[in-house]
């Protein structure tokens, strides 16, 4: 079992960043590639940014591209999301999640592919 705890969501006016960290703890966090999910009030979850086990392999979502960057310390066992130039549509609920894989580059775009998830933490960005 991996147990993972996100941290770092808070009220911000728009333009403004933050960074959300998810602590990982159960299993050799080097072994997973980690994903960050989102879900706004009345929508589904959607992908947001995923990165390799190696951290030498990211993807993003459009919405997010050139604004959110997803980052993974291994030694603290920790994957990171800076978040800048904020827009009020990026409102949710912010969840990582982890996936058992052998490669060090595989990552996923897709919830399914997903192990383990977080408790979420919520962005919530003003106009």
């Known amino acids: 079992q991996v147990q993972l705890v996100e941290s770092g969501g808070s009220l911000v006016q728009a333009g403004g960043s933050l960074r959300l960290s998810c602590a990982a703890s159960g299993r050799p966090f080097s072994n997973y590639a980690m994903g960050w999910f989102r879900q706004a009030p009345g929508k589904e979850r959607e992908f947001v940014a995923a990165?390799?086990?190696?951290?030498?392999?990211?993807d993003y979502s459009d919405s997010v591209k050139g604004r959110f960057t997803i980052s993974r310390d291994n030694a603290k066992s920790t994957v990171y999301l800076q978040m800048n130039s904020l827009k009020p549509e990026d409102t949710a609920v912010y969840y990582c999640a982890a996936n058992f894989v052998l490669s060090s580059e595989a990552y996923y775009l897709n919830s399914r592919s997903y192990d383990y998830w977080g408790q979420g933490t919520q962005v919530t960005v003003s106009s």
């Open positions: 990165i390799s086990r190696n951290g030498g392999k990211t």
